[in-house]
């Protein structure tokens, strides 16, 4: 495949941290919706909001505000509760992704058990399709839950990268390289199963290329490290910065010229 032919890859930001340093003090300052026009200005392809079951970041109005005002497709990342499906049909997000959700983790810290949940899961998935959201499993990259996602509907699949991100931070390069492996061998399975697939979590400048490079993966959703880098470098250019190193990965200059 030459560099010309591969398919794009989608960047989403992940402004949930904008709304944490937010309601560190109340009020209005700083506002995931002008976060996120900006990111899209800067290349982002869409913007991605969980709304937590304790609201400890992104808000009721959040998610109303941003799917009013949006120039491009929100993600719209949900607990798969009863609460949350509400909402979710009330808004009618572009996608909605479902991730595990307990109250005590840091972040969404594992996929979610598609094959554990899958009666629950199939109701789901199939309101928010009724309303006309695309759905997306937030998984492990494991073929059985892949199987069983395509098994219940799901439109996508977004591949866990933390774990992989955890051993880049422990300088682990063989189990890295093992856990690339399982990835890149799950984004297959999933491709070949006729799901989209995407992949996210814990991705910086340093472990996002590998990502890039995987023809299957057509979009990564990225967030705390973004938001982080704003406070140094503002948030266009570390938008702008993400865009360009997934670019060089995915279709390397000396490529280019060739193709
Ligand atoms: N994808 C999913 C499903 C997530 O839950 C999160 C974190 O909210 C992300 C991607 C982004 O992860 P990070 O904030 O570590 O970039």
Known sequence: MSAGQRPRQRLGVNIDHVATIRNARGGAHPDPLRAAHIAIDAGADGITAHLREDRRHISDKDIANLKEQLTRPLNFEMAATDEMLAIACSHV???CCLVPERR???TTEGG???RVGQNHLTRCVSELKNVGSRVSMFIE???AQIDASHRIGADVVELHTGHYCELALANDAAAMQQELDRIIAASKHAHAAGLEVHAGHGLTYTTV???ADIDEVV???IGHFLIGEAIFSGLSPA???MRQVMDEARYPTHL???A
């Open 93 to 95: 997000p572009h996608a």
């Open 104 to 106: 005590e983790e840091r």
């Open 112 to 114: 979610l058990d598609v």
């Open 141 to 143: 990259p494991d073929l």
């Open 209 to 211: 290329p590998v990502f």
């Open 219 to 221: 979009e990564l959703n």
């Open 239 to 241: 938008v702008r910065q």
């Open 256 to 258: 280019r010229r060739s």
